[in-house]
């Protein structure tokens, strides 16, 4: 026993001391911080019996408030493909004054607290904000609307985006495009055959996250959302009103449609990746 333990330490046959040991404990971490509380997440509707978990898929207003963040949050996360990489063009290539201060910029929504963000983007497109009057007086209503929580999550998603896609326009190399413009390829050959088909899976991947960011996000949202039931109510604001109500389990309900549908989302995002990986290889 003590010879096996001994030998657990070291690391067996693996090159690297402790290697079993620290696998050990990182599975141990994993398990107690991950799989732990996803496990009682799943578990936690179905307690008060198959009769709740029914009911509550007969919850309208779940529902809505579920179309209204999937929706809002792919809108985001695709909105922001052509914005980030275009910001991840200009960081890279740009060589532009500033650069430094840009750069730092990006990552600002990470460090934001998220109530910050939210307040401020409401105030901003507001009625009365220094976007939002102008707007208004050309009939284009963003806060305590869709717009605004599409906005928002825009804001809070576009970093993952940019970093996802910055990488691989630096590996990129530049003789790419000037061979493919002395073989005589057109600019728009260029762009779509020779810069875009490598940050495919990039941008799949910053897809995949910045939906997954805006799922879950709440502070930047329900203050310029306007949290109306079937109109502009997110479902993570819905899973904190169940619980404010004591409905235990329709606030958990709620979050396990979250769980599995975002799951699911990031499972056909990871297809998706894989798929374009061999055909930007093959090209």
Do not use: C
């Amino acid at each position: 026993m003590q010879r096996a333990f001994s030998s657990f330490v070291r690391g067996g046959n693996s090159a690297l001391p402790g290697y079993k040991l620290s696998l050990a404990a990182t599975l141990l971490w994993t398990g107690f911080f991950i799989i732990l509380p996803l496990i009682a997440l799943t578990l936690r509707p179905w307690q008060d019996g198959i009769g709740a978990v029914v009911n509550e898929l007969h919850d309208t207003r779940m529902f809505a408030a579920l179309w209204t963040s999937f929706s809002s949050a792919a809108l985001a996360a695709l909105f922001n493909i052509p914005l980030g990489m275009l910001l991840a063009w200009a960081l890279v290539r740009g060589n532009l004054p500033g650069s430094g201060l840009a750069n730092a910029l990006v990552d600002l929504p990470l460090a934001l607290p998220t109530a910050v963000s939210g307040i401020t983007l409401a105030t901003l497109y507001g009625p009365q904000g220094w976007l939002g009057a102008p707007l208004a007086k050309l009939g284009i209503v963003v806060a305590y609307s869709k717009p605004g929580i599409v906005i928002a999550l825009m804001f809070v998603g576009l970093p993952f985006v940019v970093r996802t896609v910055e990488p691989v326009l630096k590996n990129l190399p530049r003789d790419l495009e000037e061979a493919a413009a002395l073989l005589g390829a057109r600019p728009w050959q260029i762009i779509t055959r020779v810069v875009i088909a490598p940050l495919v899976p990039a941008l799949i991947t910053g897809f995949g996250l910045a939906f997954a960011r805006g799922v879950g996000e709440y502070g930047s949202v329900i203050f310029i959302a306007g949290n109306q039931p079937f109109h502009s109510e997110i479902a993570p604001l819905l899973v904190v009103v169940r619980l404010q109500e004591f409905d235990y389990s329709g606030a958990t309900a709620i979050a396990l449609i979250l769980l599995l549908t975002s799951l699911l989302a990031l499972a056909l995002v990871g297809l998706a990746r894989r798929k374009f990986s061999v055909w930007g290889d093959g090209a």
